[in-house]
């Protein structure tokens, strides 16, 4: 929901920095990892309840997400690049949940597990939206330009890493923000589900 209005005053400054990188001879595809490679190191200090370092390892992580992008625009975007974004975003997305869940798992588990299965969903409707988007080629630039077909919905990339950032300052009250924002994952793919109806229904 908020990533468009983020977007804006962001790209600027990345595409600047892709373009600085690529000059460099830096591959999008290893921003990428490094991406990764912070926010895993984010999930462990969490796990052992370093979450303030944690905090500035995700903002970090998802700095390179965002980065990433803008090398692949400036050295020329490649289908491997974009599913090795796409399939490390998810290893991100599933490995911060996991790591409150054994920093605390009496208090945590339940939740996490909540929000594992909410992500799960979500994730999936996406997937499967893009799938049959590129059936019937279609294509949009809502969120830029994209190497699937991107659908919108209430919790996107901003608000799962504002999500994120309040439980690591406030990790007593995860449960309770997990619960939260499990139930806002959910609506964003049942609203997805509603979309694909409308826009799936008859033949290619």
Do not use: Q
């Amino acid at each position: 929901m908020l990533d468009g209005a983020v977007r804006k005053r962001l790209d600027p400054i990345l595409n600047r920095l892709g373009v600085a990188l690529a000059n460099r001879g830096l591959s999008a595809d290893i921003v990428t990892i490094c991406g990764l490679c912070l926010g895993l190191a984010a999930a462990v200090l969490i796990a052992w309840h370093s979450y303030l370092a944690g905090a500035v390892l995700i903002v970090l992580s998802r700095l390179c997400d965002g980065l990433d992008g803008a090398v692949a625009r400036a050295s020329g975007k490649t289908d491997f690049g974009g599913f090795l974004d796409i399939v490390l975003d998810f290893v991100f997305y599933g490995a911060i949940p996991l790591a409150f869940i054994v920093a605390d798992p009496a208090t945590n588990g339940l939740a996490g597990g909540l929000l594992l299965f909410a992500f799960y969903v979500n994730g999936s409707s996406f997937l499967a939206f893009a799938v049959m988007a590129e059936k019937r080629a279609l294509s949009t630039e809502i969120r830029g330009a994209k190497s699937i077909y991107f659908t919108t919905g209430l919790a996107e990339a901003t608000e799962t890493i504002a999500f994120f950032l309040a439980a690591c300052f406030f990790p007593a009250w995860f449960p309770v923000l997990a619960v939260i924002f499990a139930a806002l994952c959910l609506y964003t793919a049942l609203s997805r589900i509603v979309l694909a109806r409308l826009t799936f229904r008859n033949g290619p």
